[in-house]
């Protein structure tokens, strides 16, 4: 009996969700840019023009997490840079979007 692949589904919805938030934030912060992953989980965003950390704060005060890209470097880069994940299903990560618009409008 041959055993079904559960592996080739879940990439290609991930791959959907991807795209989804690439859109989404495309369209509510067209000023952040990011250059679309061939794996992983996350989009690796920039922010021009603003802390990273510090927005990291103001979007967790607004109900959304996101990391900034100073924890991935060990000597602090990056600082323009946040990581979001994309592998909620799309309603949450509409919802996320808007809530970092917020705390994009209220840096």
Not at 19 to 26: E, M, R
Not at 66 to 71: K, L, N, S
């Amino acid at each position: 009996m041959l055993e079904r692949n559960p592996v080739g589904p879940w990439l290609a919805e991930l791959a959907r969700r991807r795209d989804h938030l690439s859109v989404a934030l495309a369209t509510a912060l067209p000023e952040w840019s990011w250059t679309t992953p061939r794996g992983g989980l996350s989009l690796w965003v920039r922010l021009p023009g603003t802390d990273t950390t510090h927005f990291a704060n103001i979007a967790r005060e607004h109900g959304v997490a996101v990391a900034p890209g100073t924890m991935f470097s060990p000597d602090g880069r990056h600082r323009d840079r946040i990581r979001i994940s994309f592998a909620l299903p799309p309603a949450l990560l509409d919802q996320a979007v808007s809530l970092l618009t917020r705390a994009w409008s209220a840096r």
